[in-house]
T-cell receptor, first 117, second 109 residues
Framework: NAGVMQNPRHLVRRRGQEARLRCSPMKGHSHVYWYRQLPEEGLKFMVYLQKENIIDESGMPKERFSAEFPKEGPSILRIQQVVRGDSAAYFC???????????????FGEGSWLTVV | SQKIEQNSEALNIQEGKTATLTCNYTNYSPAYLQWYRQDPGRGPVFLLLIRENEKEKRKERLKVTFDTTLKQSLFHITASQPADSATYLCAVDGQNFVFGPGTRLSVLP
């Protein structure tokens, strides 16, 4: 049973370009979470999605960032017009059901490292 | 405001000793608390989950306690080994998972 798959593992973009990060959850998981980790900092929640629905995007910057989890295919985190400050590791995690004090754990992918030059 | 704190950024201990890491939370009422391990360049890996009605949970050399009165969880690694060197994160389970900043543990041979 494959784990959470993220690609690309490493991505280099010039300032102003777009970055697309993909996440395929574990088989049977319908809940996806995106986190950002800046160098030497902790994991910061960005967005929580179910299939075709954004459940909580309270951690997403208001501009340039968007996320989707279509009925078919992987979840996508999209960053438009990237700036140097977007350089970070972006982690995707999945769970079979909602968390919400349910005791479900989440399983992480290996991350996508974005470098903006 | 809500906050999760872990006792120190970095902790160095000698091989064979017990490492104790602390996680304190403010303005949360979690029913569960979880601990993860993260190695450099890798994603976090789930270690243990403890429920609010459980005082203690064990898994091999790992032990976790959960004190809802103190709003604190302690994470112990007994007979520590250099291979235990990593960053350890605690996480509070709510609408979404909120992680503490982590403690970087180094076990010295």
């Amino acid at each position: 049973n494959a784990g959470v798959m993220q690609n690309p593992r490493h991505l280099v973009r010039r300032r102003g370009q777009e970055a697309r990060l993909r996440c395929s959850p574990m088989k049977g998981h319908s809940h996806v979470y995106w986190y950002r980790q800046l160098p030497e900092e902790g994991l910061k929640f960005m967005v929580y999605l179910q299939k075709e629905n954004i459940i909580d995007e309270s951690g997403m910057p208001k501009e340039r960032f968007s996320a989707e989890f279509p009925k078919e295919g992987p979840s996508i985190l999209r960053i438009q017009q990237v700036v140097r400050g977007d350089s970070a590791a972006y982690f995707c995690a999945s769970s079979p059901q909602s968390t919400g004090n349910s005791g479900n754990t989440i399983y992480f992918g290996e991350g996508s490292w974005l470098t903006v030059v | 405001s809500q906050k999760i704190e872990q006792n120190s950024e970095a902790l160095n201990i000698q091989e064979g000793k017990t490492a104790t890491l602390t996680c304190n939370y403010t303005n949360y009422s979690p029913a569960y608390l979880q601990w993860y391990r993260q190695d450099p360049g890798r994603g976090p890996v789930f270690l243990l989950l403890i429920r609010e009605n459980e005082k203690e949970k064990r898994k091999e050399r790992l032990k976790v306690t959960f004190d809802t009165t103190l709003k604190q969880s302690l994470f112990h690694i007994t007979a520590s080994q250099p291979a235990d060197s990593a960053t350890y994160l605690c996480a509070v389970d709510g609408q979404n998972f909120v992680f503490g900043p982590g403690t970087r543990l180094s076990v010295l041979p």
